[in-house]
């Protein structure tokens, strides 16, 4: 048999060899399993020993079995933090990497437009209205004071739909400008009412400067006193804002429309450098929309009474905005869908575009 000194030493090595909690009770088991344990042969021995032998080696015998115990709790405690650093460091994240770089899309002019221009007038106070496009014949024409005979029908290169909806014989058309949103607005909301209604018009023109498909802002403003000078101060606004710039000129040049009386087309002052525009100053004088005072028979049709109310309106070509602020040459290139062109032109769609932040960065 062992000494006692050499059991001792036989179990704390192989307590200190345990490299797996399986191995350290494998160990414990070699010292104190029920069958087996050499410990625990050991300590029920004593009972047989002669009282003499007993007292000499039961103290020893007790601290062997306390230190190997002892030794058994540490190794344990050991494995375990080891066991968590490993899975602490299987589990790192270095939150340092950069991200992993993902193609983003970008936003398109006519969208940044619409954006941009819905920005400034919400910030004058108006709302955004819609409506369909296809249109009842009616909202198109008849209801903004152009009847069937009207030569404004003709200039309007429109798109007939066969069959109405409303299945009343009348022709639906895909809506020639937003002026029908007036209308719409006008029946759901009455009047006072400020909104504007940015969308999709359709006419069948192809070239440079014209697609079938084009966009419009139209601008509605109705209460009991608004007047063209209140139009004038609104349009500059909108112009110093939109092109960003300390100063826009404006000149009103008489014209007509069925829908507004008086009516008037509206240039800004502008000059050229290197192919490129420059607002508020120069000698040129550039068109960018048509307004107008709401004609009565329009304010009618819209149920709202033109003895009490009265207000201007005005429409503006979005796709043309967007050619003349960010430098694009040619119309039809907006509706290519060439992705080179998109991200020569697009926006990035996190920069949204607010008047406190900049409209374009
Ligand atoms: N609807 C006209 C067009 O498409 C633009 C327009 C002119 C709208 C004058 C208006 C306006 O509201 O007052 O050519």
Same mark, same amino acid.
């Given at each position: 048999m062992d000494s006692l000194q050499d059991l001792r030493a036989r179990h704390l090595d192989s307590i200190a060899g345990a490299e797996t909690e399986s191995d350290l009770e494998a160990a414990r088991l070699a010292a104190f399993g029920r069958k087996s344990g050499e410990i625990g042969q050991r300590l029920s021995q004593l009972g047989g020993m002669d009282p003499g032998e007993r007292k000499r080696i039961a103290p020893q015998l007790n601290r062997i079995k306390d230190e190997i115990l002892a030794a058994i709790g540490e190794r344990k405690s050991e494995l375990a933090e080891s066991a968590l650093d490993a899975r602490i460091a299987g589990e790192r994240q270095d939150v340092t990497l950069p991200g992993r770089h993902r193609r983003c899309g970008s936003v398109h002019p006519v969208s940044q437009v619409i954006e941009e221009v819905t920005a400034i007038f919400a910030d004058l106070g108006f709302e955004v209205a819609e409506g369909p496009q296809i249109e009842e014949d009616w909202y198109n024409f008849d209801a903004l004071n152009?009847? *069937?005979?009207?030569?404004a029908r003709q200039e309007h290169d429109t798109f007939f739909v066969r069959h109405s909806a409303a299945g009343d014989g009348q022709p639906n058309v895909l809506r020639t400008h937003t002026s029908p949103v007036q209308i719409r607005a006008m029946r759901e909301k009455g009047a006072p009412i400020r909104v504007i209604a940015p969308g999709r018009v359709y006419r069948c023109d192809y070239d440079q400067t014209h697609t079938p498909m084009f966009h419009q802002i139209e601008g509605l403003a109705i209460d009991r006193d608004i007047s063209m000078a209140h139009l004038k101060w609104t349009l500059e606004e909108f112009c110093r804002a939109f092109f960003e710039v300390e100063k826009a000129e404006l000149r009103f040049r008489a014209s007509h429309f069925p829908f507004t009386e008086p009516s008037a087309e509206v240039d800004l002052r502008c000059s050229w450098e290197d192919g490129r525009l420059k607002v508020g100053e120069g000698d040129d004088w550039m068109e960018i929309l048509g307004s107008g005072m709401v004609h009565p028979n329009v304010l009618k049709a819209g149920g709202v009474d033109p003895d009490q109310w009265q207000g201007f309106a005005f429409g503006i070509g979005i796709d043309r905005l967007a050619m003349l602020k960010y430098g694009v *040459?040619?119309?039809?290139s907006f509706f290519e869908s060439d992705i080179r062109w998109l991200r020569h032109y697009g926006f990035h769609p996190l920069d949204i575009p607010a008047l406190h932040s900049g409209l374009s960065r």
């Open positions: 152009i009847p *069937p005979e009207h030569p *040459p040619d119309l039809r």
